[in-house]
Each structure stands twice: as structure tokens, then as C-alpha cells.
């Protein structure tokens, strides 16, 4: 059963409101709004009786990639978790995934595959909802969901730059956390709509910051990773700092921890554009310089986020979520 | 004045009395309500932290039931200060290749090489923390404090906040230990017992009404450790979690159906053959104070089952202990670096001895065999 609920939603009104929102928001007033978060006090129960092969500490699962961080954040690779186990213990918790993709102009296009391979991979068994920003809502194609999926499309103004249009992302994520997912999701995943799922993403990704690690990116110094490496950006990374490349296609983790992540990201922008400046790589830039100084708490391998189906590297021994290829030339408003 | 009016004024001035009882009674109610209230908001996880409040109402609301504890905020994120200088990790590369660093269920292991201690400290450095750490010596085990104590002071969260419980049934016996700045100790007497393994089991007792009436707001972690032992290397900021389990030293290259579990059904730490993730030493765990709340008090209770059925578990609550880190896992694993045999013991994969089993007479100290 589809659900669609369509919102007329930009950045600076909100046509529907909701109790604690009748206040007009502007861009220049930043009103400290104080959503109450959905109670996340879940420990990791098992349920008695499982059965699953015992793990052994001698011998890492895979032994051709790390599967944890400097500061002990776990990497996700295949391999590398037990999905029965933890399909178990996140069964327990009657979670919510929210899920925010952006299909602007001719993006639309991907909105089919996305919606249609995630209803076979992602979350599979858990209740997902995907919150779609759009500026033609009326192109959006009825999507067969599975029980506990829905969908809302909301309506949003279209822009000339692609380049702004990713980067307008972060506002608006960080408004549809404050107005709508508070009290009413436990995580959220913000993904790109020119992607499509080829293998399972599922609760092993949840996490209170989650990070996937760029698909270009991860075999390589980082004094090489794509930073913003000009001191007047607010995303600024020297040479000699950084931990790992991360993809801006793919990020997530608890409502709260998006928010504050969401809220930085669109401040910093903001900086840089009243300095005439926009990074290197936009936002993917900024949620770079965020999380150095905020660690994630949980990392995806690229298999979360891959280069294109066909495309292969020896450690990716799923592809899970991957670019579709493209015509950039066709597909972006400008070059 | 009639007698009449007499009586009235006296029942009227009764009455009024009564009145202003039960006013005040119900005003300091709705204050103990609201309080818990605003905490119970508070909880969902805002970004503030609350200065820890020890009022009358949470002995009032302990008596009623675990929900209405104040647990003191852990909502903090992993932040790291600009400018830090470390070495690059790889993807590729993992830091250890002859051990396991992530569990099934995606807990981080902790053995030499899989963390960077300076980062570490400068993020958790900006989180003001305060441990608790627990340690019990009664009869002859009050001998092993001093070295304990000493050696945490070189070792064991060095430049945090910790804060020590030492539960002994001779408080005369404790030595003057030197202690850094921000380490306090705290001395609770307790009844003498006389078999050493009712000493072991009734530490989950105790362990529960302490967290309950006295750290629940006062410390973000908690740490429950034998005294029996010495601190030799740095155990810091990469033991902190949610709950915490310490693999045992001698049960790590085993497979599972040799563990020493608990194999009677009768038992309410029975694990059957088959199931079962590392095996758990009884002598360090810890964690958040309100998942290590939840684990000794499950303990206890499943101990008094087995009590009034008559059956004392093979490891006592080590066995108990097991059986909750099965049913509900560890959020991060310590390596058995952080228990070990002994230090003069070796193993190919302990590259560096935290805390371990100092050499004792089991006979001569242990108050029954």
C-alpha cells in the first residue's frame, strides 16, 4: 500500500503547520527550536535460542581491509557482521527509517529504479519511510511498496545550478528533521537519487553518526583525498589531517546527530557564500570538515556506496548501493 | 468562652492542621513529579547536560521502581579537536591481522594497535567525565588494595575523573593510598560472609543499590573490577561503552562448547551446547550506569532464583554474567589484555598486559575451598 502525501514545503514558509511551528521561519532568523527526540534506550537483546556459527577472536573475518577505526568505530564490510544476528536484535526495537533522497529537474528519472530496487534491498522488514523533495511532484511514478514502507513527496522550488541544488540539501534536511522526523523516526539515511540498491543494506548500518566511505577515494593518502584545501572556506583540511574520504551521497545516523550534522553543514554554506566561496566539492565538502571534528560512530565500506555496477575492486565483494551511470552533460541544468 | 465554641475552635484549628499536612505533602509530590518529569524530557537526549541533582525525591522514586532513576547524561559525540595531529589509518589495512577487532553484531574489539590513544584522549577529554570504578575486599583480600589502588593511579584513566568504591568489611584496614588530582576513593563497610563464594555473588547486590542510590546522576561510567589484581599498562577512555564484557584469559582460543557456562537447565545461567559468543570474565565489566544498572540487577535476581531452587552456578556469577552478555551483547569487547592470567604469563596475540590476576594462595586466603 502506497501511501503519497504531498506538502507544498520551501525553505523559508511552512504552508502546513504543525503545533510547534506556526513561527515563519526566515534564513536569517535562526530560532532555537527544541525538537524532542524519539527515545532511543534500546540495548542490543538477542533473543534466547538463536543460532548462528560462533565467532572467533583469532581470525577476522576479513583480514584484506580494517574493520574498525583509529577511534574504534566499526567498518562495515561483507563479511564483517552476522545479518541473521542482527536482524534479530534490531527486530526488537520497532524502528523507524527515515530516508530523504532530492529528484530535481530531470533527476526524476532515477526516482523509478531507486524507489523499486530499495523496496528489494534496503531495509527489507523494517519500516522504512522515504521522504521525496521534488519540483514536479506529478512526475513521480507509483512505486508497489512493501508493508510498513511509505512514501511523502514534497514540493520544492527548482534551481538553475546542480551545484546548488546539492548543496540547498542540507537546509532542507535539517527543516523536515526539525518540523516532521523528531518525534517520529529513530535514524535517518540522506542518499542520492541517481543510485540504485544491487545487494542488502540493512541494520548494520545504523548507528548515532554513520559515514560511507568514498568509492574513488579509499586506497589513497590522504593528503590526495579531494578536500577543501583553501584556508578561506569553512571546509578547509590541511595536509598531514583527515581520516577517511567521505562520500556526500550517502550519510546517516540518529535524528539528533543528523540534525546537528545537517545544521553545521548549512551554516558553514552560508559563510562561504557571504565570502564568495563554495568548496570544492560543495557540501560534500563541508560534511568532510564535519566529520573530522565529529566522528561518525560507525563507517560503510564502499560497498554502500559504489562507483557503478559494473565496476570492480578486490575488497568490494557486494555491491550494495551504486551510482547508475549517466550523462552528466544531458541529465545537470549546467555544466 | 462556651464549651461548645471551645470544642469548635479546637476541632476547626485540628482540621487545619491536618489540612496544611496533607498541602504539604501533596506540593512536595507534584515537586518530586515535576522533577522527574523534566528529567524524564530531558532524557530523550537534548543537547544539554544536567548538573547531577541528589534530592530526597530520588530516594523517594527508587523505592517505586528502576524507570524513575536520573541517569546523568551520555549524549555526547565524538568530537575531535581541529588541529590534531595523528597518523593516517588505512582501509585496507587493518591494524591487527592475527585477531578478530569487530564482533558479529559490529562491537569493536580493543586489542594493542586497533586504537589511537592520542585521539581518543582529546576527544573523551572534552566530555568531563566521571568513572566510578568498584572494587570489594573482604577478610584476608583487603591485602591486595594498596597495590591495586597504586598501580590504577599509574595506569588506569589517567588524567580522567575517577572515582573509586571500595566495599571492605574491615574499613580499618584500607591503606592510605596517594591519590592524583580528581580521584577520590569512597570506603563502604559491609557484613563479613564466609564462604568466598557468597563474598563473589552478593557483589551484584551491591552493585545494583549503589548505582541506585548513589551514582545513578554522579558518574557517566562505571567499571566493576576484582581486587585481586594489578594494573601494569594503560587501560583509558578505549574501554568506554555502553556495556562492556572483557573476554577471559584463559577461555579466548576455545570453541564455544568448551566454555565453562553454566550446562544444567536448572540454572538460570544455563547456556546449552551450540550457543554462546566468547566466554565473559566475572572479574571486569562495565559500562553506562544504567545498562550495568540493568545487568546487576538482572544477575542478582536470577541468583536468588537459583538460590531458592537450590543450585549455585559453576562459576558463580560469572555464570550469570554470561549468560546476559549472551541475551544481550556487549556494545564493545575488551581483549584479554585487559584481564589477564598472570604477568608472567605470555601469548602470541597479548602484545601488552593492562590488568591481570596477581599470584595468590588460594588456601591461605580464601576463607572456606
Same mark, same amino acid.
Not at chain 1, 502546513?16 to 524532542?36: D, F, G, Y
Not at chain 2, 561503552?241 to 584469559?249: E, F, K
Given at each position: 500500500m502506497?501511501?503519497?502525501h504531498i506538502?507544498?514545503?520551501s525553505?523559508h514558509?511552512?504552508?502546513?503547520?504543525?503545533?510547534?511551528?506556526q513561527?515563519?521561519?526566515?534564513?536569517?532568523?535562526?530560532?532555537?527550536?527544541?525538537?524532542?527526540?524519539?527515545?532511543?534506550?534500546?540495548g $542490543?537483546?538477542?533473543?534466547?535460542?538463536?543460532l548462528?556459527?560462533?565467532?572467533s577472536? $583469532?581470525?577476522?573475518?576479513?583480514?584484506?581491509?580494517?574493520?574498525?577505526?583509529?577511534?574504534?568505530?566499526?567498518?562495515?564490510?561483507?563479511g564483517?557482521?552476522d545479518?541473521?544476528l542482527?536482524?534479530s536484535? @534490531?527486530?526488537?526495537?520497532?524502528?523507524t527509517?527515515?530516508?530523504?533522497?532530492? !529528484?530535481?529537474?530531470?533527476?526524476?528519472?532515477?526516482?523509478?529504479?531507486?524507489?523499486?530496487?530499495?523496496e528489494?534491498?534496503y531495509?527489507?522488514?523494517?519500516?522504512?519511510?522515504?521522504?521525496?523533495?521534488t519540483?514536479?511532484?506529478?512526475?513521480?511514478?507509483?512505486v508497489?511498496?512493501?508493508?510498513?514502507?511509505?512514501?511523502t513527496?514534497?514540493k520544492?522550488?527548482?534551481?538553475?545550478?546542480?551545484?546548488?541544488i546539492?548543496?540547498?540539501?542540507?537546509?532542507?534536511?535539517?527543516?523536515?528533521?526539525e518540523?516532521?522526523?523528531?518525534?517520529?523516526?529513530?535514524y535517518?539515511?540522506?542518499?542520492?537519487?541517481?543510485?540504485?540498491?544491487?545487494?542488502?543494506?540493512?541494520?548494520?548500518?545504523?548507528?548515532r553518526l554513520?559515514?560511507?566511505?568514498h568509492?574513488?577515494?579509499?586506497?589513497?593518502?590522504?593528503?590526495?583525498?579531494t578536500?577543501?584545501?583553501?584556508?578561506?572556506s569553512?571546509?578547509?583540511i590541511?595536509a598531514?589531517?583527515g581520516?577517511?574520504? @567521505?562520500?556526500?551521497?550517502?550519510?546517516?545516523?540518529?535524528?539528533?546527530?543528523?540534525?546537528?550534522?545537517?545544521k553545521t553543514?548549512?551554516?558553514?554554506? $552560508?559563510?562561504?557564500?557571504?565570502?564568495?566561496?563554495? !568548496?570544492?566539492?560543495?557540501?560534500?565538502?563541508?560534511?568532510?570538515k564535519?566529520?573530522? $571534528?565529529?566522528?561518525?560512530?560507525?563507517?560503510?565500506?564502499?560497498?554502500y556506496?559504489?562507483?557503478?555496477?559494473?565496476?570492480?575492486? !578486490?575488497?568490494?565483494?557486494?555491491?550494495?548501493?551504486?551510482?547508475?551511470?549517466?550523462? @552528466?552533460?544531458?541529465?545537470r541544468?549546467n555544466? | 468562652?462556651?464549651l461548645?465554641?471551645?470544642?469548635?475552635?479546637i476541632?476547626?484549628v485540628?482540621?487545619g492542621?491536618?489540612?496544611?499536612?496533607?498541602?504539604?505533602?501533596?506540593?512536595?509530590?507534584c515537586?518530586?513529579?515535576?522533577?522527574?518529569?523534566?528529567?524524564?524530557?530531558?532524557?530523550?537526549?537534548? &543537547?544539554e547536560?544536567?548538573?547531577?541533582?541528589?534530592s530526597?525525591?530520588?530516594?523517594?522514586?527508587?523505592?517505586?521502581g528502576i524507570?524513575?532513576l536520573?541517569?546523568?547524561?551520555?549524549? *555526547?559525540?565524538?568530537?575531535?579537536?581541529?588541529?590534531l595531529l595523528?597518523?593516517q589509518?588505512?582501509?585496507?589495512?587493518?591494524?591487527?591481522t592475527?585477531v578478530a577487532?569487530?564482533?558479529?553484531?559490529?562491537?569493536?574489539i580493543?586489542w594493542?594497535?586497533?586504537f589511537?590513544?592520542?585521539?581518543i584522549?582529546?576527544?573523551?577529554?572534552?566530555?568531563?567525565?566521571t568513572i566510578?570504578?568498584?572494587?570489594?575486599?573482604l577478610?584476608k583480600?583487603?591485602r *591486595?588494595?594498596?597495590?591495586?589502588l597504586e598501580?590504577?593511579?599509574q595506569?588506569? *584513566?589517567?588524567?580522567f575523573?575517577?572515582?573509586?568504591?571500595?566495599?571492605?568489611?574491615?574499613?580499618?584496614?584500607?591503606?592510605?593510598?596517594?591519590?592524583?588530582?580528581?580521584?577520590?576513593?569512597?570506603?563502604?563497610?559491609?557484613?563479613?560472609?564466609?564462604? =568466598?563464594?557468597?563474598i563473589?555473588?552478593?557483589?551484584?547486590?551491591?552493585?545494583?543499590?549503589?548505582?541506585e542510590?548513589e551514582?545513578?546522576?554522579?558518574a557517566?561510567?562505571?567499571?566493576?573490577?576484582?581486587?585481586?589484581?594489578? *594494573?601494569?599498562?594503560r =587501560?583509558?577512555?578505549?574501554?568506554?561503552?555502553r556495556?562492556v564484557?572483557?573476554?577471559h584469559?584463559?577461555?579466548y582460543?576455545?570453541?564455544?562448547?568448551?566454555?565453562?557456562?553454566?550446562?544444567?537447565p536448572?540454572?538460570?545461567?544455563?547456556i546449552?551446547?551450540?550457543?554462546? &559468543?566468547?566466554?565473559?570474565a566475572?572479574g571486569a565489566?562495565?559500562g553506562?550506569l544504567? &545498562?550495568?544498572?540493568h545487568?546487576?540487577?538482572?544477575?542478582?535476581?536470577?541468583?536468588?532464583i537459583?538460590?531458592?531452587?537450590?543450585?549455585?552456578?559453576?562459576?558463580?556469577?560469572?555464570?550469570?554474567?554470561n549468560?546476559?552478555?549472551?541475551?544481550?551483547?556487549p556494545?564493545?569487547?575488551?581483549?584479554?589484555e585487559?584481564?589477564?592470567?598472570?604477568?608472567?604469563?605470555?601469548?602470541?596475540?597479548?602484545?601488552?598486559?593492562?590488568?591481570?590476576?596477581?599470584p595468590?594462595?588460594?588456601?591461605?586466603i580464601?576463607?572456606?575451598?
Amino acid at each position: 500500500m502506497m501511501c503519497i502525501h504531498i506538502h507544498h514545503y520551501s525553505t523559508h514558509t511552512h504552508n502546513h503547520a504543525t503545533p510547534r511551528n506556526q513561527i515563519q521561519i526566515s534564513k536569517s532568523l535562526t530560532v532555537n527550536i527544541r525538537p524532542k527526540w524519539k527515545q532511543k534506550t534500546f540495548g $542490543l537483546r538477542s533473543l534466547p535460542g538463536l543460532l548462528y556459527n560462533q565467532p572467533s577472536l $583469532l581470525v577476522g573475518s576479513r583480514t584484506d581491509v580494517a574493520s574498525v577505526t583509529p577511534w574504534s568505530a566499526p567498518i562495515i564490510w561483507e563479511g564483517t557482521f552476522d545479518p541473521i544476528l542482527i536482524d534479530s536484535i @534490531y527486530k526488537q526495537h520497532n524502528l523507524t527509517i527515515a530516508t530523504t533522497v532530492f !529528484a530535481l529537474g530531470k533527476y526524476t528519472r532515477f526516482v523509478k529504479d531507486f524507489l523499486e530496487s530499495a523496496e528489494q534491498h534496503y531495509f527489507v522488514g523494517f519500516r522504512v519511510h522515504y521522504y521525496l523533495f521534488t519540483d514536479q511532484p506529478e512526475s513521480i511514478p507509483e512505486v508497489k511498496m512493501g508493508e510498513n514502507h511509505n512514501l511523502t513527496v514534497l514540493k520544492v522550488q527548482s534551481l538553475n545550478r546542480w551545484q546548488d541544488i546539492s548543496m540547498s540539501r542540507m537546509e532542507k534536511l535539517e527543516k523536515l528533521i526539525e518540523n516532521e522526523l523528531a518525534n517520529k523516526a529513530d535514524y535517518i539515511f540522506c542518499l542520492d537519487i541517481d543510485t540504485k540498491f544491487y545487494g542488502r543494506w540493512g541494520v548494520e548500518s545504523l548507528g548515532r553518526l554513520v559515514g560511507v566511505i568514498h568509492p574513488w577515494l579509499f586506497d589513497v593518502p590522504r593528503d590526495r583525498f579531494t578536500y577543501e584545501r583553501r584556508p578561506e572556506s569553512q571546509a578547509y583540511i590541511p595536509a598531514g589531517e583527515g581520516d577517511f574520504y @567521505y562520500a556526500g551521497a550517502a550519510f546517516g545516523g540518529s535524528l539528533e546527530d543528523v540534525h546537528q550534522l545537517t545544521k553545521t553543514c548549512r551554516e558553514k554554506l $552560508l559563510i562561504d557564500a557571504a565570502n564568495s566561496i563554495e !568548496a570544492v566539492w560543495q557540501e560534500e565538502s563541508h560534511l568532510n570538515k564535519y566529520f573530522l $571534528l565529529n566522528k561518525p560512530s560507525k563507517l560503510l565500506s564502499p560497498e554502500y556506496m559504489w562507483r557503478g555496477i559494473n565496476e570492480k575492486a !578486490a575488497q568490494i565483494k557486494v555491491v550494495r548501493f551504486s551510482n547508475v551511470a549517466k550523462n @552528466y552533460a544531458e541529465v545537470r541544468p549546467n555544466p | 468562652m462556651t464549651l461548645l465554641r471551645q470544642n469548635f475552635i479546637i476541632i476547626l484549628v485540628f482540621f487545619g492542621m491536618v489540612l496544611s499536612g496533607l498541602i504539604y505533602l501533596n506540593h512536595n509530590q507534584c515537586r518530586c513529579n515535576q522533577k522527574m518529569k523534566e528529567q524524564g524530557i530531558i532524557n530523550g537526549g537534548t &543537547d544539554e547536560t544536567i548538573h547531577p541533582r541528589k534530592s530526597r525525591c530520588n530516594q523517594q522514586i527508587t523505592e517505586q521502581g528502576i524507570t524513575n532513576l536520573e541517569w546523568k547524561q551520555n549524549t *555526547f559525540g565524538l568530537r575531535s579537536s581541529p588541529g590534531l595531529l595523528y597518523n593516517q589509518q588505512s582501509a585496507l589495512v587493518g591494524s591487527r591481522t592475527d585477531v578478530a577487532s569487530v564482533t558479529s553484531w559490529s562491537a569493536p574489539i580493543i586489542w594493542e594497535g586497533t586504537f589511537d590513544s592520542t585521539l581518543i584522549d582529546s576527544i573523551y577529554k572534552q566530555q568531563n567525565l566521571t568513572i566510578a570504578t568498584t572494587a570489594f575486599a573482604l577478610g584476608k583480600y583487603v591485602r *591486595f588494595v594498596k597495590d591495586f589502588l597504586e598501580s590504577a593511579e599509574q595506569h588506569y *584513566f589517567v588524567g580522567f575523573r575517577v572515582h573509586y568504591y571500595l566495599f571492605t568489611d574491615q574499613p580499618e584496614l584500607v591503606p592510605e593510598v596517594k591519590m592524583g588530582e580528581n580521584r577520590s576513593l569512597t570506603v563502604l563497610k559491609v557484613q563479613s560472609l564466609k564462604r =568466598w563464594q557468597d563474598i563473589s555473588m552478593s557483589r551484584m547486590e551491591k552493585l545494583e543499590k549503589l548505582i541506585e542510590s548513589e551514582l545513578a546522576s554522579e558518574a557517566n561510567y562505571i567499571f566493576c573490577l576484582d581486587i585481586d589484581t594489578k *594494573f601494569y599498562g594503560r =587501560w583509558g577512555v578505549e574501554s568506554l561503552g555502553r556495556l562492556v564484557g572483557v573476554i577471559h584469559p584463559w577461555l579466548y582460543d576455545t570453541s564455544r562448547d568448551k566454555f565453562t557456562y553454566e550446562r544444567s537447565p536448572k540454572s538460570q545461567a544455563y547456556i546449552p551446547a551450540g550457543e554462546g &559468543d566468547y566466554y565473559y570474565a566475572g572479574g571486569a565489566f562495565g559500562g553506562s550506569l544504567e &545498562d550495568v544498572y540493568h545487568l546487576t540487577k538482572t544477575c542478582r535476581e536470577q541468583m536468588s532464583i537459583d538460590a531458592a531452587n537450590s543450585i549455585e552456578a559453576v562459576w558463580q556469577e560469572e555464570s550469570h554474567l554470561n549468560k546476559y552478555f549472551l541475551l544481550n551483547k556487549p556494545s564493545k569487547l575488551l581483549s584479554p589484555e585487559y584481564m589477564w592470567r598472570d604477568i608472567n604469563a605470555s601469548a602470541a596475540q597479548i602484545k601488552i598486559v593492562r590488568f591481570t590476576n596477581v599470584p595468590k594462595n588460594y588456601a591461605e586466603i580464601r576463607p572456606n575451598p
